[in-house]
């Protein structure tokens, strides 16, 4: 399933060189290409670096970005954006999507009836409806279900001695965990899987393909007819899930449309899937990278919760979020006119020298404010979910493997460029010394 060709191999130990040829970019436009580039940009974390210095708030005409969009990656400009009600997501963000340009593409369809994308009014109400169905009750099991996930994920590669962290445990994960949250069965946990991986790649306006657009509608039309299914069963015969809370929402005046019902499914699964599984992944990196740090996560479980945190704002999954701006927005001078674009780079922010004392750098005692679940209106609807998930795979990896280091001197960078995470890391350990 997953095609090896789209991803670049990038050493687990960076050398010093590729933060020393960012510093020689003068010219923001440089920059910004190079980030763009996922596939010959080398470290990214310099390049924004780089551009924060050079022009935090940065209009560009850099192809792949509407326009004229401001870059922003100063902390405080992309805080400032994400709480302001001048900047939206609205539908005509989703047009991105219609790859063909008829509004009629399955993928484009489906992108246009989530709550991500829709006029502020109805965003508000969905958001509102599905944040209601997240009951206490609903969501409860969901950490004694990644434990069990994860622990099953080990059952099956423990005696190895090695396994490709990515396709082994933190892929497929969070997707088991959300499906039998949601109360999905097990035979189609493969299906989805392969959904979903077709579904993201296409959500990548940057590196999407036509080949990539055609496997995303087929996605869509796959996911749409599932969840329609399942929709129809669980109105029939309601239970204490997620989904039949969503589907007592729906009966509730109409307030949730079946095709508004669907998308926040789809949305649900994409959005707390791949983003869960790349942190997991850039997590593994981050801690490879700074082995004092996993020898104490190693050690002391107590450390989870605050080490999420600063995992979260070490190497953020979601990069990059687009706004439109409603009404001018002023930063410090720089003007975003009305009808412009603004890319927040959350990536940018966590990283920002002026909020976070040498930033670089993985503290796991930091416990930061982080914007990798963004913040006001879009903030993460699904953030506890991750953070639940995130502490329940580490507390059982760790538990399980405590030995576990980097199998070689490469991992493999998947190239998007809004989303971030590897393809392929190998780890290993010993198997005569694991955890069970
Ligand atoms: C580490 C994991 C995750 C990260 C880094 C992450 C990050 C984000 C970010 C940055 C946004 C805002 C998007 C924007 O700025 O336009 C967002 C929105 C959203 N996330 Fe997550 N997310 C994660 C996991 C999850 C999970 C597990 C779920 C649910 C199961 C979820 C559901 C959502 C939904 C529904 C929205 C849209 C909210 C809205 O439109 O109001 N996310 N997420």
Redesign the pocket.
């Known amino acids: 399933m997953k095609d090896r060709e789209k991803g670049i191999r990038r050493p687990v130990f960076p050398s010093a060189g590729e933060v020393d040829r960012a510093l020689e970019l003068d010219d923001p436009e440089e920059v910004v290409t190079r980030l763009l580039d996922a596939k010959s940009r080398g470290e990214l974390y310099p390049l924004y670096h780089r551009l924060r210095s050079l022009a935090p708030a940065h209009s560009t005409q850099v192809p792949g970005l509407p326009p004229g969009c401001f870059v922003l990656t100063r902390y405080r400009y992309v805080d400032q954006v ?1 709480r302001s009600s001048s900047a939206v ?1 609205d539908p005509r963000t989703a047009r991105v999507f219609d790859h063909d340009g008829t509004g009629q593409g399955a993928f484009y369809r489906v992108m246009s009836h ?4 829709l006029e502020k009014a109805s ?1 508000d109400r ?2 509102r409806l ?1 944040y209601k169905a997240f009951t206490p009750v609903s969501v409860a099991p969901l950490r004694s279900l990644t434990e069990e996930v994860a622990n099953e994920l080990i059952d099956a590669v423990e005696h190895d001695g090695a396994m490709d962290f990515v396709e082994d445990f933190a892929y497929p994960l ?1 997707l088991r965990a ?1 499906m039998r949250l949601l109360g999905l069965p097990r035979e189609a946990e493969s299906t989805v899987e392969a959904w979903a991986w077709d579904f993201a790649r296409a959500g990548d306006p940057m590196s999407a393909t036509p080949e990539i657009i055609t496997r995303g509608n087929a996605a869509a039309i796959g996911f749409h007819d599932f969840f329609d299914r399942v929709l129809e069963e669980k109105h029939r015969a309601p239970g204490d899930d997620l989904i039949s809370a969503l589907v007592t929402a729906e009966e509730e005046g109409g307030k949730l449309g079946r095709e508004e019902a669907i998308s ?1 499914l789809i ?3 994409q ?3 791949e ?2 599984a ?2 997991l992944g850039n997590a593994m990196i981050g801690l490879f990278r700074h082995p004092g740090e996993l020898e104490r996560l190693r050690t002391s479980k107590a450390l989870l919760p605050k080490a999420t945190e600063e995992l ?1 704002r070490y190497d ?3 990069q990059m ?3 439109l701006v409603r009404e001018e927005i002023d930063l410090d001078g720089t003007r975003m006119p009305e009808g412009s674009f603004a890319a ?1 780079s ?1 990536g940018a922010a966590n990283r920002d020298p002026e909020v976070f004392r040498d930033p670089d750098r993985l503290d796991l005692d930091r416990n930061p404010n982080h ?4 913040a006001g ?7 506890s ?3 639940t ?2 502490q329940a795979a580490l507390g059982v990896l760790f538990e399980r493997l405590p030995a576990i280091r980097p199998e070689g001197e490469y991992f493999v960078q998947r190239w998007t460029a809004r989303l971030r995470g590897p393809l392929e890391l190998r780890v290993a350990w010993d198997s005569s010394a694991s955890g069970s």
Do not use: Q
Request: aromatic residues 10%.
């Open positions: 994400a997501n989530a709550m991500l994308f965003h969905i958001r599905v969070p959300i926040t949305l649900l699964i959005a707390g899937h983003t869960t790349d942190l979260l953020a999954s979601v979020s687009m706004r927040l959350y914007l990798a679940f963004s209106a879009y903030f993460c609807l699904g953030n979910l991750a953070r998930e995130i």
